[in-house]
């Protein structure tokens, strides 16, 4: 009977040791220091399966604004204005999407000579004109300037898209599964033909309409030029001054 129990024991350790051995231990220890790590006793890299995982979202959007807007749009090719369209400005594509009763229409944005729009919500009203005409850093931009302050020394805005990627790392368990669209605003104003970006008022010293006049109204103003509602007071004052 003795013999028989350690005959028993023997053969259950043995099973024990084979049964271990099927599992690399460089992975076992990997599972020991996350439940180590882990304050919920969960390994940051354990897979639930049976359980979906959550998919990534977009998070952002392409247009410049996602809101339809009555449109009034000017082509390249005639002097006729396309008039009382709802459109939203694709900046991805650089094509501006319009409704109608047949579906979506899109315009290549290189067709577009200006266009205005009536924000459906706030009822404000956005000017945009074409890039063509005009160069930066010697080359040519594409798609729209947004037209902030019109005149002789105008301020435009420009819109670019990036794209961030997901950065989810599944053994890791770690990272977004978002993709996030950014859109970019930069701004210029214009010497002659040559767009040159305000990011400062050091850039504003390149446009030949800054007098001490300017200088003294943004200094007693207190206006900064990285701020928008700032920047188009300062145009807004140099236009004035230039009637």
Known sequence: MKISLIVLLAVFCLHNVWGQSSVPTQIRAQWTMDRLTDVNGLGNSDLLYGIPMQPGTVVGNVYADKKWN???????????????????????????????????????????????????????????????????????????LEVLVDGTTPLFKYY??????????????????????????TYFGKKGDELIQIKSGKDLSLIPEITNEVDNHIKANKLSPKKEPDLIRIFEFMNKGSR
Do not use: C
């Open 70 to 144: 009555k449109t009034t749009i000017l082509l390249n090719e005639s002097d006729n204005l396309l008039e009382g369209y709802w459109l939203k400005y694709n900046l991805q594509e650089q094509t501006v999407e319009v409704k109608t009763s047949t579906g979506v229409k899109i315009i290549d944005g290189a067709r577009i000579r200006s266009m205005v729009w009536i924000d459906s919500l706030t009822k404000e009203t956005h000017y945009f004109i074409s890039s063509t005409p005009y160069t930066y850093q010697g080359t040519k931009l594409t798609g729209l």
């Open 160 to 185: 670019r898209i990036s794209i961030i990627k997901p950065t989810y790392n599944v053994a890791m368990g770690s990272g977004s599964k978002d993709i996030k669209i950014l859109i970019n605003e």
